[in-house]
């Protein structure tokens, strides 16, 4: 059974940085496809930044430059860098990883930057 746990919110002031992890378990391929989403107050799932598979990475428009993605395949777990964080980063952090046709979702993790 594949389970993916998140950790590393929390409260932080703007400027500020915050590290989310999210650990694989029940499969060690998943990791190549792992990546992170949020969800704003009131707004859709958006995507973060992702490992697409084929060895390349997508971030959000309004995260490059700021946030990076990384992983250690020892582990099994996925990195998301967040710097120079914003009021508008504000938001659930979920972690995602697909196997064939399933998507596998964590718990999620709250990030709150304070103005």
């Known amino acids: 059974q594949v389970q993916l746990v998140e950790s590393g919110g929390g409260l932080v002031q703007a400027g500020g940085s915050l590290r989310l992890s999210c650990v694989a378990s029940?499969?060690?391929?998943?990791?190549?496809?792992m990546g992170w989403y949020r969800r704003a107050p009131g707004k859709q799932r958006e995507l973060v930044a992702t490992?697409?598979?084929?060895?390349?990475?997508e971030y959000a428009d309004s995260v490059k430059g700021r946030f990076t993605i990384s992983r250690d395949n020892a582990k099994n777990t996925v990195y998301l860098q967040m710097n120079s964080l914003k009021p508008e980063d504000t938001a659930v952090y979920y972690c995602?990883?697909?196997?064939?046709?399933?998507?596998?979702w964590g718990q999620g993790t709250q990030v709150t930057v304070s103005s």
């Open positions: 490992f697409t598979g084929d060895g390349t990475i």
């Open positions: 029940g499969s060690t391929l998943i990791i190549n496809t």
């Open positions: 995602r990883g697909g196997l064939g046709i399933r998507n596998y």
